[in-house]
């Protein structure tokens, strides 16, 4: 009887390590069609607009916070020590297909980018795959910053802005318990 059950506890335990690792992630910036390596999760962008390419299994959405802060980055990173609203606040909703070519910049509340099939998802037009697995690009040209009212152009834009894509794990009663790091990155524009 013993015998049974660690044999279906560690059958459990290995199924859904299997599970786990069939999960993966990747982030990927462009510029003119070349891929812009990065440096310690630094990216080195010329100011013109970029692509961001997502390869995605298992997750069909995260939520991002982007933010011209950089102690709310580090703070999200676990590296500082300010209160991240990011982690309070449910994720904004952008507008489907990425019409506007856009990112938008908020201390407050993160954007919840995602793909659930070719007519809903907050990517360029066309991503391919489906719900769990998936290839989408965001092109951007502009950052929209909501709590200043302003929109700046990539092409005039010359500081740095901070990424942190994450998936949040809720208890029970939907209080956020823990935050997997799914990406992060600084992004520093130069002409």
């Known amino acids: 009887m013993i015998k049974g059950i660690l044999f279906f506890w560690l059958l459990c335990i290995s199924t859904s390590n299997l599970q786990a690792q069939d999960n993966s992630f990747k982030v990927s910036f462009f510029q003119k069609g070349i891929e812009i390596k990065n440096k310690h999760n630094v990216y080195n962008l010329n100011n013109k607009p970029f692509s961001i390419k997502l390869n995605s299994k298992g997750y069909n959405g995260f939520l991002i916070g982007v933010t011209f802060d950089r102690d709310i980055y580090l703070s999200a990173l676990g590296e500082a020590d300010l209160e991240v609203p990011w982690f309070a606040n449910t994720g904004m ?20 980018w995602y793909y659930d099939d070719q007519k809903d998802h907050r990517f360029d037009p066309h991503p391919i795959g489906t719900y769990d697995n998936w290839e989408g690009i965001r092109t951007i040209e502009k950052f929209d910053d909501l709590l200043n009212n302003k929109i700046f152009k990539v092409d005039n834009f010359n500081k740095s802005v901070y990424l942190f894509l994450y998936n949040p794990i809720y208890d ?6 823990d935050v997997e790091v799914l990406f992060h990155a600084e992004l520093r524009f130069v002409k």
């Open 93 to 112: 909703a952008e507008v489907l297909f990425n019409a506007d070519r856009s990112m938008f910049i908020s201390d407050q509340a993160p954007s919840y």
């Open 172 to 177: 029970d009663d939907y209080e956020l318990v």
